[in-house]
């Protein structure tokens, strides 16, 4: 049967990627997603905001929701002090499958935890799972209708501390109009947002950076 999106975006990687490099792999994806097909990953020029406000944040605990094919989480872990721990969580077992195996090629597994199921489902579990207090950074790029949802359930469950950066992605498009609304009139956030395009396109997209004032 026919090979899926995300198979030939590992392929790509393990054909044009440096095992043990995780910026060659951010590169081969980027260029497998201008020249052949594209996916939704972060991509290359929102990915700079990333890399720039992770520096800024040299965060120890890190949480992704939307793995996809782990091309921000290797973004974000190449980018972490040792010791420092970034937990990614996905609901499609498919790209969960296809992200380990990217992870794995970037030499980054020892960084990384992928955890697969849905976010509102595994956020009450991570003090658990993990032994985390608090995350330093949290990167939203799942379901755009989750991205409300679960910010107020990590505020219910005390998993954001004074200073906690959140960092969400496709504010404009596909867009994230009720997160957006209560993150920038919320006394509990200090946000500002970061024009940009949808991946790989000319389409408006951008980053929403907000800070929990606790
Ligand atoms: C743990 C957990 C995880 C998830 C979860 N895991 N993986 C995802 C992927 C979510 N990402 C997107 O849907 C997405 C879509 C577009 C897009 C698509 C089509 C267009 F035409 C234009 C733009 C662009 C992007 O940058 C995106 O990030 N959700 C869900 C629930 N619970
Ligand atoms: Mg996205």
New binding site residues.
């Given amino acids: 049967t026919r090979s899926t999106r995300p198979q030939r975006l590992l392929a790509a990687v393990q054909k044009n990627a440096t095992r043990g490099d995780p910026r060659s792999v951010v590169s081969a994806i980027d260029q497998f997603c201008r020249q052949k097909e594209w996916a939704?990953n972060?991509g290359d020029e929102k990915g700079c905001i990333l890399d720039s406000v992770v520096s800024e944040t040299n965060p120890t605990t890190v949480l992704e929701?939307?793995?996809?094919c782990a091309y921000s989480t290797v973004r974000i872990a190449s980018l972490l002090p040792p010791h420092s721990k970034l937990i990614t969580?996905?609901?499609?077992p498919d790209?969960a499958k296809i992200a380990r195996q990217v992870i794995a090629w970037a030499g980054l597994q020892d960084k990384i935890n992928l955890v697969e199921?849905?976010?509102g489902d595994?956020i009450p579990k991570m003090k658990e799972m993990f032994g985390v207090n608090t995350f330093d950074l949290v990167f939203l790029?799942?379901?755009?209708d989750?991205y409300l949802p679960d910010t107020k359930l990590l505020e219910k469950c005390g998993l954001l501390r004074k200073g906690t950066i959140l960092l969400a992605?496709?504010v404009i498009?596909?867009g994230t109009p009720d997160y957006l609304e209560y993150i920038r009139n919320s006394p509990q956030y200090e946000s500002r947002y970061f024009k940009s395009h949808?991946?790989y396109t000319k389409v408006e997209d951008g980053l929403e950076k907000s800070v929990f004032l606790g």
Avoid: I, Q
């Avoid at 929701?65 to 996809?68: C, E, I, P, R």
């Fill in positions: 939704m972060v929701l939307g793995t996809y969580l996905e609901f499609n790209y199921g849905a976010s595994l790029d799942h379901w755009k989750r992605d496709n498009c596909p949808l991946e």
